[in-house]
């Protein structure tokens, strides 16, 4: 795991229907500490998928730089492991296979990996779906599959692009458990984009509030962990942190 | 979810049974039918010749071996042109589908000999390659080949974005991006130029057999006709689709359920 920092980052799309350029993120710098949560929050077009889609390296960045452990980056690598809101899992690979396939592009053999991809798959309690086609999944064991993918991979940076937003409320607020249950274990860096406000307060230890492109506020969150529901739903310091949260988004 | 509702199913010899009864229950009443229009209208067996004429020369061309040499060549011609237009076609696709380049100089040429592909090739294939194999097996080549290229560039075009982004942050170069998912991904769409491709190379198979051969089920069916041997046309086009069926259902149909079935890429039908 390395530090993750975002120099004077920009992006500007040009147009076509216009005929201008429209500006989508503005000189964004931010820092991601070693061993880290960030969650980056705001309302939709507020820049945040691209910002993640650009560390990731999957759109080019027109303006800064993205260093990963000091090292700047350029394109997709595995140094960024990317959890999808989609899953993303591949359809015709097992689920051992999908978590052994970072391995697999490592060149590790079959055994190894799959032995890697098996601890991983224990790890979010997925042991006895090793063998199943991601399409035999519920969306909340599909999208844990998703995680310990990236995850197996040790990547130095996870970067999750709102990864619960498409499973029920009830599994969005286990994987969110489980989550922080992973990240307290292992302690990977964590850039989290997220519209949902709790979930971005519940995982954080820094929720950055992103308006048009820009970073308006960054929040400290400094709830003590193990963090579950049951015990913070009704916490007075998580209510306020929410709605501070929440404010400043609306204000945006 | 999927899993319960797989094993709450009938066992599956009996589900295979009952789907062997329901496909060939309709043949069969078609068979009766026929019989029975035959006899009740008194039809001149020159015209159409009852089911137990049609049986019986079926029967002698499978004892003087007649019937496995046109089936035979018809089949390797199919099976060669096929197989060639496959592992053509399916490298093409894929490299249209990843650059636009390739992909925006290829496609007006494909609309247009995807409109010639088939028998219009006869005539110029005959005299490139003379009457016989090569000519029929260039006609199934040309069928097979363009629909197979184009849904190969359609089955690319339609991997879904982040499946391909993941495999590039995980770590995936270049090589194994297409082996590992640009080949699986348009799996689904491969499979379907394949069969549709089939289909139109048994047909073309057939027209191109009645010009530009001497063996061959469709020589067999056009040689029948100068001789005025109704039931022996009757039976050839019975076994051409026949033929067609088994393929289809017995070797391209479970290429697909263990396939792209499984992966829940295509619907089950």
């Known amino acids: 795991m390395k530090s993750l920092a975002l120099e004077s980052l920009s992006k500007t799309y040009f147009d076509p229907y216009r005929g201008t350029q429209f500006t989508a993120i503005k000189d964004v710098s931010l820092n991601v500490e070693e061993g880290d949560f960030v969650a980056v929050v705001g309302p939709s077009g507020c820049g945040k998928s691209t910002i993640l889609n650009m560390i990731a390296g999957f759109v080019p960045a027109t303006g800064g730089r993205i260093l990963v452990g000091g090292r700047e980056v350029s394109g997709p690598g595995r140094d960024r492991g990317v959890v999808f809101q989609s899953f993303a899992l591949f359809p015709w690979k097992t689920v051992i296979e999908n978590v052994a396939f970072g391995p697999k592009m490592r060149g590790i053999g079959k055994a190894e990996r799959n032995r890697i991809a098996q601890e991983y798959l224990e790890l979010a309690g997925l042991g006895h779906a090793a063998d199943r086609y991601p399409n035999e999944l519920s969306g909340g064991m599909q999208q844990r599959v998703g995680v310990v993918r990236a995850l197996a991979n040790e990547p130095d940076v996870l970067l999750m692009d709102e990864p619960f937003a498409s499973v029920d409320a009830q599994t969005r607020m286990t994987l969110q458990e489980e989550l922080t249950r992973i990240w307290e274990e292992r302690r990977p860096t964590v850039v989290f984009i997220t519209h949902d406000v709790p979930e971005a307060v519940f995982l954080a230890n820094r929720v950055v509030v992103l308006t048009r492109g820009n970073v308006l506020a960054e929040v400290d969150i400094p709830l003590a962990r193990p963090r579950v529901w049951d015990s913070l739903v009704e916490d007075d310091e998580f209510k306020s942190l929410s709605n501070q949260v929440l404010q400043l988004v609306r204000s945006a | ?269």
């Open chain 2, 1 to 269: 979810m999927s899993v319960d509702a797989v094993t709450q199913w009938s066992p599956l010899p009996y589900r295979r049974t009952w789907q062997a009864v329901k496909f060939v229950a309709p043949l069969l009443f078609l068979v009766v039918l026929w019989q029975a229009v035959v006899t009740i209208f008194d039809v001149n067996p020159r015209i159409f010749p009852d089911v137990g004429t049609v049986a019986r020369a079926g029967w002698e061309t499978i004892r003087d071996g007649s019937l496995w040499t046109h089936v035979g060549a018809s089949l390797w011609r199919v099976s060669v042109g096929t197989v060639l237009a496959i592992v053509i076609a399916v490298p093409l696709g894929i490299a249209m589908g990843v650059s636009k380049g390739v992909s925006d100089f290829l496609t007006p040429l494909f609309r247009f000999f995807s409109v010639l592909a088939g028998i219009a090739w006869i005539p110029i294939a005959t005299l490139w390659f003379g009457y016989g194999f090569g000519a029929i097996t260039f006609v199934i080549f040309n069928a097979v080949f363009f629909v197979v290229a184009y849904n190969t560039l359609l089955g690319v075009s339609t991997i879904p974005m982040p499946l391909r982004h993941a495999a590039a942050s995980l770590g995936t170069t270049r090589w194994r991006m297409l082996t590992e998912v640009l080949l699986p991904g348009s799996l689904p769409n491969i499979v379907t130029g394949i069969r549709t491709g089939m289909g139109f190379a048994w047909r073309g198979l057939i027209a191109a057999e009645m010009i530009a051969t001497n063996t061959g089920l469709g020589y067999m069916l056009f040689l029948a006709r100068d001789f005025y041997r109704t039931e022996i046309i009757v039976f050839a086009m019975i076994v051409i689709g026949l033929i067609w069926l088994i393929l289809d259902r017995l070797l391209l149909a479970p290429i697909e359920r263990a396939t792209v079935e499984r992966w829940g890429m295509v619907q089950r039908s």
